[in-house]
């Protein structure tokens, strides 16, 4: 990633000061930071993730335009949860790279695909609650279902093609050892600075805004949305509804400011100041935070899945007829398998009975 600079650069030909005017090796911090966070994210985003996706999947006859985006994510989430052994084992063996080539490229391909397609995918999820808001009527469920799946097929193209630079870099060799997650030259510095400034635009800024915005409309249309004298029954449909969307409102947000807004911020003044030259205290200690911010945006992997508990009833709901479904099982596989076992313990001893008379 965009971490660390002094390391790379003096490991490489090219000279310390080409870019930087002071030097600092701070991997030790960089690597522990990485190690205690996929340790604690991996197991606990793709157990989640699978478990989320078995859930989605039981839903597949009344799927709605909120649940394909909640599988798009739950599927980026997942996804990316494997490469993180990889980048673990990595961080472990202090940045030696033990394996093809094609998985460094992929795994720092995957890293970005997943941020920004959950960039995104969070700012089509909030379009749409805008939309059920302030227009619960003027939309087919059907078409919208459709249209809402489309336009999760343009983002997964858009994020990919935007990402493909990712892929163009791999393995590097530097003093007899292979290195991954990590730049090789003042060319590829000058490409992520270009690159980053493309990322904050495009792929969290606009989003964010939009994101603002459609919150904005939804909060607004909540508090002018009056009771209804009389109507027991309508009125506590609106209070759940209100309910629900202040919930997906508050964890969407949450999830910004935790985990792309650090990160996107501390990365910019990084590169700010590795090409700037600004001071060496100041280039440090952004140098660090980059490394934990970064940190925060792997999380997301992990706190997605609270989006789908706690902000979606349905979810709830059909979660709890898995594990239903799941217990009732379980049983009923130690009985068939008790009647079986049974059952050849009785033939069994019957053969051996006739054996014994022959």
Same mark, same amino acid.
């Given at each position: 990633?965009?971490?660390?600079?002094?390391?790379?650069?003096?490991?490489?030909?090219?000279?310390?000061?080409?870019?930087?005017?002071?030097?600092?090796?701070?991997?030790?911090?960089?690597?522990?930071?990485?190690?205690?966070?996929?340790?604690?994210?991996?197991?606990?985003?793709?157990?989640?993730? @699978?478990?989320?996706?078995?859930?989605?999947?039981?839903?597949?006859?009344?799927?709605?335009?909120?649940?394909?985006?909640?599988?798009?994510?739950?599927?980026?989430?997942?996804?990316?949860?494997?490469?993180?052994?990889?980048?673990?084992?990595?961080?472990?063996?202090?940045?030696?790279?033990?394996?093809?080539?094609?998985?460094?490229?992929?795994?720092?391909?995957?890293?970005?695909?997943?941020?920004?397609? /959950?960039?995104?995918?969070?700012?089509?999820?909030?379009?749409?609650?805008?939309?059920?808001?302030?227009?619960?009527?003027?939309?087919?469920?059907?078409?919208?279902?459709?249209?809402?799946?489309?336009?999760?097929?343009?983002?997964?193209?858009?994020?990919?093609?935007?990402?493909?630079?990712?892929?163009?870099?791999?393995?590097?060799?530097?003093?007899?050892?292979?290195?991954?997650?990590?730049?090789?030259?003042?060319?590829?510095? /000058?490409?992520?600075?270009?690159?980053?400034?493309?990322?904050?635009?495009?792929?969290?800024?606009?989003?964010?805004?939009?994101?603002?915005?459609?919150?904005?409309?939804?909060?607004?249309?909540?508090?002018?949305?009056?009771?209804?004298?009389?109507?027991?029954?309508?009125?506590?449909?609106?209070?759940?509804?209100?309910?629900?969307?202040?919930?997906?409102?508050?964890?969407?947000?949450?999830?910004?400011?935790?985990?792309?807004?650090?990160?996107?911020?501390?990365?910019?003044?990084?590169?700010?100041?590795?090409?700037?030259?600004?001071?060496?205290?100041?280039?440090?200690?952004?140098?660090?935070?980059?490394?934990?911010?970064?940190?925060?945006?792997? #999380?997301?992997?992990?706190?997605?899945?609270?989006?789908?508990?706690?902000?979606?009833?349905?979810?709830?709901?059909?979660?709890?007829?898995?594990? @239903? /479904?799941?217990?009732?099982?379980?049983?009923?596989?130690?009985?068939?398998? #008790?009647?079986?076992?049974?059952?050849?313990?009785?033939?069994?001893?019957?053969?051996?009975?006739?054996?014994?008379?022959?």
């Amino acid at each position: 990633m965009v971490s660390t600079i002094s390391t790379n650069i003096t490991n490489s030909s090219v000279p310390v000061r080409a870019l930087s005017h002071c030097y600092h090796d701070d991997s030790t911090f960089k690597y522990l930071a990485y190690t205690c966070t996929y340790i604690l994210v991996f197991p606990v985003a793709f157990l989640c993730n @699978t478990g989320a996706l078995v859930v989605f999947f039981q839903i597949r006859k009344r799927i709605s335009a909120p649940h394909v985006v909640m599988v798009n994510l739950a599927l980026s989430d997942w996804a990316f949860s494997l490469t993180l052994p990889l980048r673990l084992v990595y961080y472990v063996r202090d940045g030696i790279w033990d394996f093809p080539d094609w998985l460094c490229r992929v795994c720092v391909f995957g890293f970005y695909v997943n941020l920004y397609s /959950s960039i995104l995918l969070f700012t089509l999820l909030s379009v749409l609650r805008w939309k059920a808001v302030t227009a619960p009527l003027d939309h087919n469920p059907k078409t919208i279902t459709r249209r809402t799946a489309a336009a999760c097929l343009i983002i997964w193209l858009f994020v990919g093609a935007t990402s493909v630079p990712f892929l163009f870099q791999g393995v590097l060799e530097r003093q007899g050892v292979r290195r991954c997650f990590e730049p090789g030259s003042v060319e590829s510095w /000058s490409k992520i600075y270009i690159m980053n400034y493309l990322g904050v635009g495009v792929g969290f800024l606009v989003p964010f805004l939009i994101i603002i915005f459609c919150y904005s409309k939804v909060i607004q249309n909540l508090r002018n949305t009056k009771q209804v004298s009389g109507d027991i029954l309508r009125n506590k449909v609106r209070r759940h509804n209100r309910r629900h969307s202040v919930y997906l409102v508050t964890m969407v947000i949450v999830t910004f400011l935790l985990c792309f807004l650090p990160y996107h911020l501390i990365r910019t003044l990084h590169l700010h100041a590795v090409i700037g030259r600004w001071s060496c205290e100041v280039t440090r200690l952004l140098q660090r935070a980059v490394s934990v911010t970064l940190c925060l945006a792997a #999380s997301n992997s992990m706190i997605n899945p609270l989006l789908y508990y706690y902000a979606t009833r349905t979810f709830r709901k059909d979660l709890s007829q898995v594990q @239903t /479904s799941f217990r009732t099982y379980i049983p009923e596989s130690f009985r068939r398998g #008790s009647v079986t076992s049974n059952r050849q313990d009785s033939l069994r001893h019957k053969y051996s009975q006739a054996h014994l008379k022959n």
